[in-house]
């Protein structure tokens, strides 16, 4: 099975993106998001990058499918992973060339269009409320 790291890897590589890995983490307790770009500050003041993933929402299999991911139809798991990486993805890419707002600015969704065709800006799986 393919590791979260070298799939964040291969996507950086496809979109010839010149970053450095990141770490990518599963975590138990995020339940709201299905991914999450958090950057963290040290006691020495240096920042440190990760993308943390939910195991609720990614590990579920039953989905009716298909479900909307980025405004992308994904029809299984792994493409719904794939998008939502593709997603915290872009967060990393703005964060690490410098952008003031990493966020989901128009940078952001010019990016998530040319790079990978997302066609919405979410965190979620399916219509988020
Ligand atoms: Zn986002």
Redesign the pocket.
């Known amino acids: 099975m393919t590791t979260l790291n070298a799939r964040a890897a291969a996507i950086v590589r496809a979109a010839g993106w010149a970053l450095p890995r990141i770490p990518v983490l599963w975590s138990a307790r995020m339940v709201r998001c299905a991914?999450l770009?958090v950057v963290e500050r040290d006691a020495r003041g240096r920042h440190h990058a990760e993308i943390r993933l939910s195991i609720p929402l990614l590990r579920r299999r039953d989905w009716p499918w298909p479900q909307q991911v980025c405004g992308v139809n994904c029809h299984d798991p792994e493409s719904v992973l794939l998008r939502i990486l593709e997603?915290?993805l872009?967060?990393y890419k703005l964060w690490k060339d410098g952008a003031k707002d990493w966020?989901?600015s128009e940078d952001?969704r010019q990016i998530a269009w040319s790079a990978f065709g997302h066609q919405s800006?979410?965190?979620g799986i399916g219509v988020e409320e």
Request: without cysteine; hydrophobic residues 35%; glycine residues 16%.
């Open positions: 991914g770009f997603h915290e872009i967060h966020g989901h952001f800006i979410t965190h």
